[in-house]
């Protein structure tokens, strides 16, 4: 296995890149960039390139070296693996759901025609209901406590990846690319919904956890 990390480098927050330098693989930085221009750039790295493995992780994110490692063992029999975090300091929640169809979280965001979803966030957003309750009752529907992903078998299927170091063989990424959905959702979403629609399992490494810094806000 010959793999490389794939860093999401938008914002510069000293702590995960530190944590990000300390890990023993080579890396990709991708400074600057935004989601939708990272498009372009990412398959274009990736086409360039040799490495069997690309993994890729957040620019908010905390990974260790033992989370790296794990999700490499895991790698070297299943196609795509992650590992997992929690949705935010003040959501305590996984951002992996277990199985293989997304809850209602991932429906709102990646299943619903865009225009329906963007309206049905704009109202969440305005207080009808009220946003963060409303988020919450979602994403307890959508993903387990942190607890209960705690107590799940050490690897089990996902129908998400969470771009918490999320590993993947090279045709793979050169298949289904990096891509951003239009207007809502974010591209590990969108690459979850691809994977799922080409009938590609994931899986996550229960003791592959990343701290993830930022809130949802």
């Known amino acids: ?35 939708v221009q990272l498009q372009e750039e990412i398959p274009r790295f990736i086409r360039s390139t040799d490495y069997t493995h690309y993994s890729i992780i957040g620019d908010d994110a905390l990974p260790t070296r033992e989370a790296l490692r794990l999700v490499l063992e895991a790698a070297r029999s299943k196609e795509v693996v992650t590992g997992w975090s929690n949705m935010a300091p003040d959501v305590p929640v996984a951002s992996v759901a277990p199985g293989e169809e997304p809850g209602p979280w991932s ?3 990646f299943g619903l025609p865009t225009p329906v979803a963007a309206s049905l966030k704009r109202l969440l957003r305005a207080g009808i209901p009220p946003f963060p309750q409303a988020r ?15 107590s799940l078998p050490p690897i089990f299927r996902v129908s998400n990846v969470s771009w918490t170091l999320t590993t993947m063989p090279r045709r793979l990424w050169l298949a289904h690319g990096f891509r951003k959905p239009p207007f809502l959702g974010g591209s590990d979403g969108f690459e979850s919904k691809a994977l799922r629609h080409a009938g590609i399992e994931a899986w996550c490494v229960r003791d592959a956890f990343v701290y993830h810094l930022h809130s949802m806000e």
């Not at 919450?136 to 705690?150: D, E, K, Y």
């Open 107 to 109: 429906s709102l965001a």
């Open 1 to 35: 296995m010959k793999p490389i990390l794939i860093v999401m480098h938008a914002r510069k927050i000293p702590a995960v890149l530190q944590a990000i330098r300390a890990l023993e693989i080579p890396k990709a930085w991708f400074k600057g960039f935004t989601e």
């Open 136 to 150: 919450m009752a979602l994403l307890r529907h959508s993903f387990p406590t942190m607890a209960a992903l705690r």
